[in-house]
């Protein structure tokens, strides 16, 4: 059954936006190739607009976890922490099969 993974970021206002997207853009060019990959959007708070949310949505949690773990994916995510300064929270959703 499909998962929708919550990617929360932060970037402080000192960053530029411009190389923050860039390489948000590239994480999810690298995703859409991936097997198990079905959807992903990526938006900006309104009230706060430091703060980012990608919600991307996967065939299964072996298939999120399997690109989680993706050497070339740790490349980009490790570039964004070094460049925010902090890690990246995830959050993992599963439909519930009663409701559909």
Not at 46 to 73: C, F, G, Q
């Amino acid at each position: 059954m499909a998962i929708k993974i919550l990617i929360k970021r932060k970037i402080p206002e000192n960053i530029r936006e411009t190389l923050f997207n860039t390489l948000i853009r590239e994480l999810r060019v690298l995703a859409t190739a991936q097997s198990g990959y079905i959807s992903g959007e990526t938006l900006k708070r309104v009230d706060s607009p430091n703060e980012y949310l990608v919600i991307s949505t996967w065939h299964s949690m072996e298939a999120w976890n399997t690109w989680k773990a993706s050497p070339e994916r740790a490349e980009i995510q490790n570039r964004i922490e070094a460049m925010v300064g902090e890690q990246t929270q995830y959050e993992a959703y599963e439909y519930i099969k009663s409701l559909k």
